[in-house]
């Protein structure tokens, strides 16, 4: 039996074998021995019945007899016990808690130093006796302030509003005498104390090293910008502090072995993520705070642009699985938007969202129903998709013409005649400022999941064209950060809810 097995996109090898295991896990355990494959995995083989559609191979006998083409991907499991991708074991991020904790809510209340707490009892004791209030010396309101603020540090040393308002909230709560007489919600001084204490506590964490606060430091004409480098997309480790142990220059070799191991003909995937993971703050804090081109950031970190290890650095980023949460998060909804779709469509508006609807109905396979609710989903929110995803004849265009223009998207290959919204799939290619950064990809859905990947691991706006579509796939399919959904998406995600199959 001849197998063509795909590892990723720049690692696809030949393997002959002399009998045809008996089981999928024989097969499995085949390939274990032959490619030295460690960890878990799922196959997926290309299945004639569907016009060699990727399936998963869930039984021996669907496999072609002679040859076949087989792809691995390797579960969350096998990418943590091969690279020790676990956020809990990064060296990377043990010396650094601000970004590795979530935003509690209530926020739990520090303890203050012994005579700010004996005094606050007494005060709250006559608070509930007769209602007074106490007057805070400047002192210590000071040491309440400062203990307060290093607390929300150890979190995030950028809040957002409401934070700064459950901390002061829940500040009042525990200490009531704490009111502020004449206000009605008898917190909002605190509110405005916190934001202006954490502004200039900034300061101290940017000249102590705080990575996260550094990237943000500007000098000269920089420093008029209002922008500021935060994780705003749900990331988990952002901007984490260095190893313990390993100085920049340690790390900067450990790069430039990540160079030469990608030099080599057959990859040592598992030497290429432990320096992956090695080198994650070193190449964060580049990316980050430099926002250097696509084209520096591949010369600078080949290893990177490969589906697999987009999938580890998510890992690293979000400490989420990037395939499994999307394609599960979106089989999930697809019936309930295709349904959505549909009703839109009925009164003759959005011509588009129709023609890639009748496109499922000429061919209602699993994987047409995904590709027609991700090529929809930004027609039914009112948004152009036109520079963001693209199609083009795989043979008739030049990739410079098909490209030009394209900031970050999709550009999807197709062979012979168009005439459908979305024809059959010759390759699909993730293109930032008008370069392929990964290709190769046989179906719009896994494409799409590369994209997010690719927005995440070089640290990308999402584009403004389809930005509501792109906050619905975070916030909605995959659930990072659901709780901060914009009005439109919530909206969508409310009816999505309530929709009856």
């Known amino acids: 039996m001849l197998l063509r097995v795909v590892l990723c996109e720049t690692d696809i090898r030949r393997l002959s074998i002399e009998n045809t295991p008996q089981s999928v896990e024989e097969l499995c355990e085949v390939l274990r021995a032959n490619l030295s494959l460690r960890g878990g995995f799922i196959l997926q083989f290309e299945d004639p019945a569907f016009k060699d559609q990727l399936t998963n191979l869930t039984d021996i006998r669907d496999l072609p007899e002679e040859r076949a083409t087989l792809k691995v991907l390797f579960t969350a499991d096998a990418a943590l016990s091969v690279s020790t991708l676990d956020t809990a074991s990064l060296p990377s991020l043990s010396s650094g808690e601000s970004d590795s904790q979530q935003w509690p809510d209530p926020f739990p209340i520090p303890q203050f130093s012994h005579d700010v707490e004996l005094t606050l009892q007494e005060a709250n ?7 007074s209030v106490m007057v805070i010396p400047k002192g210590m309101k000071t040491d309440i302030l400062d203990t307060l603020e290093d607390s929300m540090s150890k979190i995030s040393p950028y809040p957002e509003r409401q934070h700064y308002e459950n901390v002061a ?20 001084g605190w509110f405005h104390s916190l934001k202006f204490k954490l502004g200039n506590y900034r300061q101290k964490l940017s000249a102590a090293g705080c990575p996260e606060v550094r990237v943000n430091k500007r000098i000269g004409e920089e420093a008029k910008g209002s922008r500021v ?10 901007c984490p502090d260095p190893p313990e142990g390993l100085s920049a220059e340690d790390m900067e070799g450990k790069r430039r072995m990540i160079e030469v191991e990608m030099l080599k003909k057959d990859l040592d995937h598992q030497r290429i993520e ?5 080198t994650f703050s070193k190449r964060r804090k580049e990316i980050v705070g430099d926002q250097p081109l696509i084209g520096d950031v591949m ?6 642009f490969c589906e697999r290890q987009v999938r580890a650095e998510f890992k690293r980023i979000v400490s989420t699985d990037l395939l499994e949460s999307f394609l599960n998060g979106l089989d999930d909804l697809v019936p309930r938007l295709l349904e959505v779709y549909e009703a839109v469509t009925k009164s003759g508006k959005k ?5 890639i609807l009748d496109c499922v109905k000429k061919d209602n396979t699993n994987e047409r129903r995904r590709t027609a609710a991700l090529l929809g989903l930004p027609h039914y929110l009112s948004e152009d998709p036109s520079d963001i995803i693209r199609m083009c004849d795989a043979h008739g265009e030049s990739l410079a013409a098909a490209m030009k223009g394209m900031q970050l998207g ?17 390759d699909v290619a993730v293109v930032v400022e008008e370069n392929i950064v990964l290709h190769n990809f046989k179906d719009v859905p896994s494409s799409f999941t590369m994209l997010l990947g690719i927005i995440y691991c070089v640290n990308l706006e999402y584009p403004r064209a389809m930005k509501y579509s792109f906050e619905f ?11 901060e959904a914009s009005a439109r998406v919530h909206g969508v995600r409310n009816k999505l809810l309530r929709y009856k199959l």
């Open 410 to 426: 999709l550009l999807i290959g197709y062979e012979g005649d168009n005439q459908d919204a979305f024809p059959e799939v010759f």
């Open 125 to 131: 004791r006559r608070y509930a006796k007769d209602g």
């Open 473 to 483: 796939l975070q916030k909605v399919v995959m659930k990072i950060k659901p709780d």
């Open 351 to 355: 011509p588009a969202l129709k023609a």
């Open 229 to 238: 480098k935060k994780s705003k997309k749900g990331e988990v480790h952002y």
């Open 299 to 304: 010369t600078r970190w080949p290893a990177m």
């Open 274 to 278: 432990e320096l992956m993971s090695a």
């Open 169 to 188: 909230k829940a500040r009042v709560e525990k200490h009531p005498s704490l009111k502020e007489p004449g206000s009605g919600k008898g917190w909002y």
